[in-house]
């Protein structure tokens, strides 16, 4: 991204505390379904000019409700005690500050209205909990206003079917409704960390545990950059304790599921729940995407794990670090030296191991084994954890960027991967602070000269909203200019630039085979079609 892009460290707040665990994707919820598929949209809606929803307006009511002898109209008022989850602030958080324009731009991937967006799978949750799935609009305005009108607590984007989604019943054969092309999308939940953090449990988080989330972004970004040549990836914060990428690069966008399931499953590496055993069982060498992940994962397993989280404190826990460990003598002298020292700290206890070891605890101690033990040690306490499951099918919804979380009135915020250390999930803002900020700039708090520029600014750009808002048009922008060449090259012959992975498996092949049989799996993973161009070309397979 540009330098002029990036996101502003957000000052900290104290996040609500909340024993309700909200599942980020609501695609299995017990909810009721509503289908509207009957829904028809006027042709008069198509060419409405009527710019009473404009997006992004300046605060208060719009030209046409104020008479020319009125006074200047007020901000928009929201009682000091309202609650982001109150239907009159949602309302105004569409009206006001959602960027329609720039999602529609996202998901239809051109400025001009196609089928990447008309037959786009919306779903949304209503303020009732219910829950309406195969909405489709044909243009950001028919989308906006019907969100408006709907006024839903959260929606979901869905995959682009082979039909308009409100059409699916009028077909003659089921099977004629497909989906054709949805984002690659990742889902990290700090949940699934509860067996190694210390700090926090379910759904609530801190700076100590967010750093596990800064972990896996910066492991998974750099592998679908790095190893599968992906380049217009966005990373979300869920609002709560987790986090999205979206891959919009075409190739990612028209996988099918196999293809998913094998990116799903190189990148997965933790296998097993919290009663399982040793959780990390990779070959040797190193596949170079693991040992690219250990590198990058060292110091916050020093840092993030050892001193903030303190693992092995406990003597149960410090149990499970000696389980891990290949030699009993070892484990045995380990245990008695812990035993003798209660208080000894998790960084004590990992140096001990080494320390014992030269020390000679264990007469038949096989060096190398214990070094790929604390290597596995490390990838399992630092390594990302994903929901695979979210990955692997097309027709997985997952929640929209930009939406408001309903159990924190967070907003969904993009997270600038280049600068993921200085992302604060605690001050990120609410929806209610937000609305706030609008009032803060009221021109009637400004001099002649101020207030008449207050009027030329969208209401986004009086929030703290701004930097997300414009880090997302930056990442459209650039998404758009890359699909235009896309299009240019449809019909012309693979060049030697396109991207070549040069050690990336399927999943039957992960971490395992670096054979030039391998390669050429791979190579029809990420470029279907394209083998015969690139058989004969040599690339190297690890170096």
């Known amino acids: 991204m540009d330098q002029d892009s990036t996101l502003p460290d957000a000052p900290p707040t104290c996040l609500e505390d909340s024993d309700a665990e909200d599942k980020d994707d609501l695609s299995g919820s017990n909810v009721v379904v509503q289908d509207q598929s009957n829904a028809n949209v006027k042709l008069e809606d198509l060419f409405d000019e009527d710019d009473d929803d404009e997006e992004f307006p300046s605060s208060g009511v719009s030209k046409e409700d104020v008479p020319s002898s009125s006074p200047p109209p007020s901000p928009l008022q929201v009682a000091p005690s309202a609650k982001y989850s109150d239907p009159g602030v949602m309302k105004a958080f569409y009206q006001r500050l959602f960027p329609f324009r720039y999602l529609f731009q996202w998901l239809n991937h051109s400025m001009k209205p196609s089928n990447d967006f008309g037959h786009r799978e919306f779903a949304f949750t209503l303020q009732n909990d219910a829950y309406l799935r195969y909405q489709s609009f044909p243009t950001s305005d028919l989308l906006r206003k019907d969100i408006i009108r709907q006024n839903p607590s959260r929606f979901e984007i869905g995959p682009v079917y082979t039909t308009n989604p409100r059409d699916r019943k009028t077909l003659r054969k089921s099977s004629a409704f497909r989906p054709l092309a949805k984002e690659l999308v990742f889902d990290i939940d700090l949940t699934d960390y509860d067996e190694i953090r210390t700090c926090c449990d379910r759904a609530n988080i801190c700076h100590k545990c967010w750093s596990f989330i800064t972990m896996a972004i910066k492991v998974v970004d750099v592998a679908l950059k790095d190893d599968f040549g992906f380049q217009h990836i966005m990373w979300v914060y869920s609002g709560r304790r987790g986090a999205h990428a979206w891959i919009s690069d075409k190739r990612a966008r028209n996988m099918d599921d196999q ?33 690219r992940s250990l590198e990058i994962l060292k110091e916050h397993f020093q840092n993030d794990v050892l001193v903030q989280q303190d693992p092995w404190a406990q003597p149960e826990k410090a149990e499970r670090l000696l389980q891990l460990l290949p030699d009993k003598m070892l484990n045995d002298a380990l245990r008695k030296k812990w035993e003798a020292a209660p208080g000894r700290s998790s960084a004590s206890k990992w140096a001990d191991i080494d320390a014992l070891a030269k020390a000679g605890a264990s007469k038949n101690l096989d060096g190398k084994a214990l070094l790929e033990a604390k290597q596995d040690i490390v990838l399992e306490y630092t390594y990302p954890r994903l929901d695979v499951e979210v990955s692997k099918k097309q027709i997985h919804l997952l929640k929209s960027p930009f939406v408001v979380h309903p159990g924190t009135g967070r907003v969904c915020v993009p997270i600038d991967s280049g600068r993921v250390e200085s992302f604060d999930p605690l001050g990120v803002p609410t929806v209610t602070e937000l609305i706030h900020e609008i009032d803060a700039w009221s ?69 395992s085979d670096y054979s030039n049989a391998g390669a050429l799996l791979q190579l029809s993973t990420s470029f279907p079609g394209q083998e015969e161009h690139f058989k004969d070309k040599e690339y190297d397979i690890i170096k």
């Open 443 to 511: 021109p009637q708090n400004q001099d002649a000269e101020l207030e008449e520029e207050s009027k030329k600014l969208q209401d986004y750009e009086k929030t703290r909203l701004k930097p997300y808002v414009d880090y997302f048009r930056t990442h459209v922008g650039v998404l758009l200019r890359a699909e235009q060449g896309v299009r240019k090259r449809d019909n012309r012959s693979p060049s030697d630039e396109v991207a070549i992975v040069t050690h990336e498996q399927p999943a039957y092949l992960t971490h």
């Open 259 to 291: 293809r998913r399931r094998s990116i799903a499953g190189y990148l997965e590496v933790i296998k097993g729940g919290a009663q399982s055993g040793k959780k990390v069982n990779v070959k040797r060498p190193l596949h170079p995407h693991l040992a």
